[in-house]
Nanobody
Framework: VQLQASGGGLVQTGGSLRLSCAAS????????MGWYRQVPGKERELVAT???????NYADSVKGRFSIARDNDKKMLYLQMNNLKSEDTALYYC?????????WGQGTLVTVSS
């Protein structure tokens, strides 16, 4: 599976962005897919995921502000981010787990300025 993330950028506090991830390969065999983020000096952390179908999981810090979605026909994964905060600044990665194999996109940078 190859993943290409896009949609990052510079936004002011309170603003919105939508990240997109285009996938190729064994999309329909994926048992888990989602978004993670990382800032320098810290571990990569879960933002939002789909697991085993339509079960979603969100980090507490983004609940009520972020929403994960997907389009199976287009093999696309999305992350709608609203009411962005400075602490959301990070490199965002899309992720797919296919039968135990892990695949990561290249990351797209989100910078939230106050």
């Amino acid at each position: 599976v190859q993943l290409q993330a896009s949609g990052g950028g510079l936004v002011q506090t309170g603003g919105s962005l939508r990240l997109s991830c285009a996938a190729s390969g064994s999309w329909f065999s994926a048992n888990r897919m989602g978004w993670y983020r990382q800032v320098p000096g810290k571990e990569r952390e879960l933002v939002a995921t789909f697991s085993f179908g339509d079960n979603t999981n969100y980090a507490d810090s983004v609940k009520g502000r972020f929403s994960i979605a997907r389009d199976n026909d287009k093999k696309m994964l999305y992350l709608q981010m609203n009411n962005l905060k400075s602490e959301d600044t990070a490199l965002y990665y899309c992720y797919v787990n296919v039968l135990g194999d892990h695949f990561w996109g290249q990351g797209t940078l989100v910078t939230v300025s106050s």
